[in-house]
């Protein structure tokens, strides 16, 4: 089998190499001439054997990846298959299937977990399309997943833009999970009491209903840094979060824990909080709770 792979970087290139090991062959393209197998997108259509082709794109979501569905529509030919795997909004995977369905190609979207462990752990694969497209792009499916039951690490979720809806959700309990755990992991270096925190949560990894693969991550990351001393506590958001959100409030769903998360992450952003600072003035006001003058104030 052989397939083209747009996009190389931590995600895609991983996913590469875990590709061919499985005996797939691959022709990357990147930006990065360094990593490219071939110059060019047009280049990459080419080198892959027609009919029947099958191009996978792992970049950026948003217009990056817009603008290479965009440019292979008008490459492809009819019966060739796109699987789009970046963490784009399912919303957007309705427009890019009728584009190419012009030209009589195919679209799978794929939402993709796994992150920089996925080469030798395999990936959380969310597949939305026709049954007929996934099930030709099942092969890169199966060596791509973990190893395994095909449904413990693999899923059709639905018709187009249900893989990226997965994922979506996927990606909202993940912040509701993170948060979690790092306010655990604070209370427990406030209280006092505890005095080794990095080792009270290895005690949770097994045996515990509060083990996880995240909580194994957070005791390697306290491992190497135990006070998380080399880290600002600056968080960024994908979008996955907010779009989570956002469907909920449409669907009248209600999601306190990941909204909190989301929130929270923002509030990791600001070096002062008008907000607190409200709250602060108000505990004054009715309650004459004493304020702490701000950093520089006479």
């Not at 049954?131 to 890169?140: G, S, T, W």
């Not at 989570?244 to 998360?261: G, K």
């Not at 600072?277 to 702490?292: D, I, S, W, Y």
Request: proline share 5%; charged share 20%.
């Amino acid at each position: 089998m052989h397939v083209g792979l747009v996009g190389l970087g931590r995600m895609g290139g991983n996913m590469c190499e875990r590709l061919r090991r499985a005996g797939i062959e691959v022709t990357g393209f990147d930006r990065d001439p360094a990593v490219s197998d071939v110059d060019s997108l047009a280049g990459l259509v080419e080198a892959v054997p027609a009919p029947g082709r099958i191009v996978w794109v792992m970049v950026p979501a948003g217009e990056p990846t817009h603008a290479v569905v965009g440019e292979l529509a008008g490459l492809l030919a009819e019966g060739d298959l796109v699987i789009e795997g970046g963490n784009s909004h399912y919303v957007d995977d309705a427009k890019h299937a009728e584009l190419l369905a012009a030209r009589g190609v195919g679209y799978v979207d794929v939402g993709v977990s796994g992150g920089v462990w996925g080469l030798e752990n395999g990936y959380g694969l969310m597949a939305g399309g026709a049954l007929e497209h996934v099930d030709r792009a099942m092969p890169l499916f199966d060596a791509l997943r973990p190893a395994g039951p095909r449904e413990e690490g693999f899923v059709h979720a639905g018709g187009v833009g249900a893989g990226h809806y997965a994922k979506m959700v996927h990606n909202g309990i993940e912040y509701g999970l993170m948060q979690a755990y790092a306010e655990g992991f604070e209370l427990l270096g406030a209280s006092g009491v505890v005095t080794d925190v990095p080792g009270t949560l290895k005690a949770w990894s097994r045996g515990t209903v509060v083990r996880s693969w995240l909580l194994d991550l957070l005791v390697e990351a306290l491992e190497a840094d135990p006070e998380l001393a080399s880290i600002d506590d600056w968080v960024a958001d994908s979008g996955e979060g907010r779009w989570t959100v956002d469907e909920a409030i449409d669907h009248a769903v209600p999601l306190p824990v990941i909204s909190a998360a989301l929130f929270a992450r923002f509030a990791s952003r600001q070096d002062d909080s008008p907000a607190m600072k409200a709250v602060a003035a108000l505990r004054h006001q009715f309650g004459g709770h004493a304020t702490r003058p701000a950093q520089g104030a006479d």
